[in-house]
């Protein structure tokens, strides 16, 4: 897959990533409007979130409790406030397409090493997919393929062959379907198709 092809899905997560959270933004300003107090316990809380930092550096654990105390009970406030308005816990955060990477197209694995995200890559398969003109493969498989589309008769001559192209083309269709039965297998062969475009 072409870096072009990468940069361009990764400016889309990007302007994916930005929407979702000014959408969420804009849904913080709206309800903080109808619904002050719900401001000002953000407010404590982003407080309560600089002095745990500030303790922390300074190594001043005793009053690291009555923070985390005070946190927890101006979170479940906030869940009560949200839940009496009939707004989910998570209203006022962003509505990302994917919630594991945050539309950023990259996690950390175990080991805290960036890695592709799962949505990315289907998205680059499917990238790769659509270019590679497979698309159609619902109207156009093994099921719907018409044997009958060839001729039944044999003609050394014309063909180079002792048998007709409809009995090769079964012959080709039959090692084809095996070699998808067996596409784990590492050692079974490739195929290899050869002659003019447009030919069949």
């Known amino acids: 897959m072409s870096n072009e092809v990468l940069n361009s899905l990764l400016k889309e997560y990007e302007q994916k990533k930005l929407k979702a959270e000014l959408d969420a933004e804009k849904r913080k300003e709206d309800l ?10 953000e407010d404590e809380l982003n407080s309560f979130a600089i002095l745990t930092a500030k303790n922390i550096l300074l190594h001043n654990t005793s009053s690291l409790e009555e923070l985390k105390q005070k946190a927890e009970k101006l979170k479940y406030e906030k869940a009560c406030i949200l839940h009496d308005t009939n707004l989910s816990s998570d209203y006022l955060k962003p509505n990302y397409e994917c919630s594991i990477c945050k539309d950023t197209g990259y996690v950390s694995n175990d080991s805290y090493k960036t890695q592709m995200c799962n949505c990315l890559k289907q998205k680059l398969l499917d990238a790769s997919f659509h270019k590679s003109n497979m698309t159609n493969l619902n109207k156009e498989n093994f099921d719907t ?26 012959n080709i269709k039959e090692k084809c379907m095996q070699f998808v039965e067996d596409f784990d297998n590492p050692d079974s062969k490739n195929l290899l198709f050869t002659g003019n475009t447009g030919l069949r």
């Open 32 to 41: 903080y409007q109808k619904i002050p107090k719900l401001q000002q316990i």
């Open 145 to 170: 393929f018409n044997e009958r589309l060839f001729s039944d008769e044999i003609d050394v001559a014309k063909y180079r062959f002792n048998i007709s192209p409809r009995d090769n083309i079964k």
